[in-house]
């Protein structure tokens, strides 16, 4: 059974619902979840918001949710994100699996993701998708605007966070890493748990294929081509992702759900599975009324 978890804040229980819906109407005929689903809040969720998406798709995955306390609170945040993102840090011990898929709630399924599952992690801590900011433009700016101590990590290995396989048998055995993972999230790190996972992994964290991590709005998509002239995506790759993307990022702050980009197959997806997600709560909702 293959274990994903997302960590998220209660305010984005439908985001959750939307992404587990695109993974299990996306999964293979042989494959099934152990789908873990972490948030902080003031509210419990109830599960039925979830279970309806297994109902349909799939009965032999299984849910898993937990309330996470929020030992994060005063850690710093911008923009759109919150202490939710930092719940990722806590997944050493949160499951007790050997390896875990991590996904942001951002995130929508268009293939199974299964091959993540099956690779080999040798003694990698983490494997993610080369982040943009490796580009030299965004590279300088961060050095020279924001301070983040960026020379600590090769401007070439630097991954995005929202969709990581993370080595937990390794993670856990180490309590330096663990131990710094509490404490960074309130010093000054711009990209917060993102700079914090490629500062303390670096030099044992592996690079995923693009098509893993594919960029969902048309800002960054259009940055993908000069990624691929500078060396940070091989063009057979980058055309791979292009043509089959397993998983799409909505990264920036521009989403489906809060902004509209006429012509994005990706917005219309997602808008799709929205439908699909919210009419199954409603059935739900009709019966048990």
């Not at 293939?111 to 998708?129: I, Q, R, T």
């Not at 917060?192 to 594919?214: A, E, H, K, S, V």
């Amino acid at each position: 059974m293959v274990e994903i978890a997302f960590c998220f804040s209660q305010d984005m229980w439908k985001q959750a619902g939307v992404s587990v819906t695109s993974l299990l109407s996306s999964r293979g005929d042989i494959r099934h979840y152990r789908i873990y689903l972490f948030y902080y809040g003031t509210v419990e969720l109830q599960k039925s918001l979830f279970q309806k998406i297994l109902d349909r798709y799939d009965p032999l995955s299984c849910l898993v949710i937990q309330k996470v306390e929020n030992i994060f609170s005063g850690a710093r945040i911008t923009g759109h994100v919150n202490e939710g993102t930092y719940l990722r840090l806590l997944l050493p011990e949160l499951v007790s699996a050997e390896k875990i898929i991590y996904c942001d709630v951002d995130t929508i399924f268009t293939g199974d993701p299964g091959w993540l599952w099956e690779m080999d992690l040798k003694d990698k801590l983490v494997y993610g998708v080369p982040d943009q900011i490796n580009l030299g433009s965004y590279w300088s700016r961060l050095k020279k605007e924001q301070g983040l101590r960026q020379e600590r990590t090769d401007r070439r290995e630097y991954i995005n966070a929202g969709v990581l396989v993370l080595n937990l048998s390794a993670l856990r055995a180490s309590d330096q890493i663990r131990k710094r993972w509490k404490q960074m999230p309130f010093e000054n790190y711009y990209y917060q748990d993102q700079d914090i996972i490629n500062l303390t992994c670096l030099g044992r964290n592996g690079f995923l294929p693009l098509q893993y991590n594919m960029p969902g709005t048309d800002y960054f998509r259009k940055k993908l081509m000069p990624a691929v002239w500078h060396g940070l995506y091989p063009l057979r790759e980058y055309r791979k992702a292009r043509k089959n993307p397993v998983i799409v990022h909505f990264l920036g702050s521009r989403k489906p759900w809060n902004s509209s980009q006429p012509g994005n197959r990706y917005f219309r997806k997602w808008k799709e599975y929205e439908r699909q997600y919210l009419k199954l709560l409603k059935d739900d909702y009709s019966v048990r009324k």
